[in-house]
């Protein structure tokens, strides 16, 4: 029953922009979008959150479309590092009921 | 920044004993932590909700007495496999949240590697 839906993989060029599509048609108003990767055998790595507006940090951009049902992580310049699984999560905290699933997430694999 | 510690990274263990990981938050109280499981090319699956001094969340399909979790206080949850069996082999990964309410970051354990002979 995950909320958001990904393509299963991509690939990049590295030194190019790598760009993530992420549906999430059904999120509510107060739900905020996170973006986390995951790379071989390792815990899940925060990398950008936001809400509606456009967002950007040292690791990436957020691009959250004007109605919310879909958004795009953007990693500027991809490296060969940065290959992993991302995932796409949609998050509506509540005190002590808070439920946090994932979907299926996209491979990316950046190409040398 | 906050960091969630698991430990161990990896364990080996025969089948019939049970193993247990601890899931500790170095430096923020988490009130709410999660425990995770994932088979190989697959994604994460939630397996429960651990609230500190309460009994946990389980989803449906997880034997709440084959998975013991414990969240005694507010920096430490521990997840028990019980009776472990070939079949309960997983990378099994904590999350906690810093300020139970608000919009904050999730931080994620490295993850334990549980291996069952």
């Known amino acids: 029953d995950a909320k958001t839906t990904q393509p299963p993989s991509m690939d990049c060029a590295e030194g190019r922009a790598a760009n993530l599509p992420c549906n999430h048609s059904?999120?509510?108003?107060?739900?905020?979008v996170y973006w986390y990767r995951q790379i071989h055998s390792q815990g899940p790595q925060y990398i950008i959150h936001?809400?509606?507006n456009n967002e950007t940090n040292e690791m990436a951009s957020l691009i959250i479309t004007e109605d919310r049902k879909s958004s795009t992580l953007i990693l500027p310049h991809a490296t060969l590092r940065d290959t992993a699984v991302y995932y796409c999560?949609?998050?509506?905290?509540?005190?002590?009921?808070?439920?946090?699933?994932f979907g299926t997430g996209t491979r990316l694999t950046i190409i040398p | 920044g906050a960091v969630v510690s698991q430990h161990p990274s990896r364990v080996i263990c025969k089948s019939g004993t049970s193993v247990k990981i601890e899931c500790r938050s170095l430096?923020?109280?988490?009130?709410?932590m999660f425990w995770y499981r994932q088979f190989p090319k697959q994604s994460l699956m939630l397996m429960a909700t651990?609230?500190?001094?309460?009994?946990?969340?389980?989803e449906q399909g997880v034997e709440k007495d084959k998975f013991l979790i414990n969240h005694a206080s507010l920096t430490l949850s521990t997840l028990t496999v019980t009776s472990a069996h070939p079949e309960d082999s997983s990378f099994y990964i904590c999350?906690?949240?810093?300020?139970?309410?608000?919009?904050?970051?999730?931080?994620f354990g490295s993850g334990t590697q549980l291996s069952v002979l």
């Open positions: 430096d923020f109280q988490a009130t709410t």
């Open positions: 999350s906690a949240i810093p300020g139970t309410g608000s919009y904050e970051k999730l931080f």
């Open positions: 936001g809400l509606k």
């Open positions: 999560i949609v998050r509506i905290p509540y005190f002590g009921n808070e439920k946090l699933t």
């Open positions: 059904t999120i509510s108003g107060n739900e905020y």
């Open positions: 651990s609230n500190e001094g309460s009994k946990a969340t389980y």
